[in-house]
Structures are given as C-alpha cells and as structure tokens.
C-alpha cells in the first residue's frame, strides 16, 4: 500500500488531535487534583497589604543638581 501526501497528512492530523484530547484530560486531571489540595489545606490567595506613604519625600531640585555635578565630575 503506497501512502500518498494526503494520507500522510490525514495521519499528523489524527496524532495531533489525539495528544491534543490527552493533553486536555491530563490538565483537567490535574487541576481537579490541586482544587482537592486547596480544599483539604483551605489555602485561600494571598493578598498582600497596599502600603501608604502618608508623606513621601520627593527628591528636590538641589538633591537633582548635586546628583547632576557628581556625575559630571565622574563620582
């Protein structure tokens, strides 16, 4: 039996599907299987806190200037 370039094609095509449908199943597996962990330890997400800077301090012109002369001096 002589396989042309169609049947060739036709059978990458099928191999592709398939990895394709394994692939979807392993992940859903695998995502069932970390929903039962979260479960079993009650792992909630983390929410880290915002943090506020009641007064900042912004860098001023003198600091911008002094910062200007000790590049241009070489530091």
């Known amino acids: 039996m002589k396989i042309n370039l169609r049947h060739f094609i036709f059978i990458l095509l099928a191999i592709i599907v398939i990895l394709t449908v394994f692939q979807a199943y392993e992940l859903n597996n695998m995502r069932s299987q970390l929903d039962k962990v979260n479960e079993l330890y009650e792992l909630k997400p983390v929410v880290e806190p915002e943090l506020e ?15 200007f002369i000790n590049v241009q001096e070489g530091w």
């Open 53 to 67: 800077i009641e007064n900042p301090v912004l860098p001023t012109a003198d600091f911008a200037h002094q910062l």
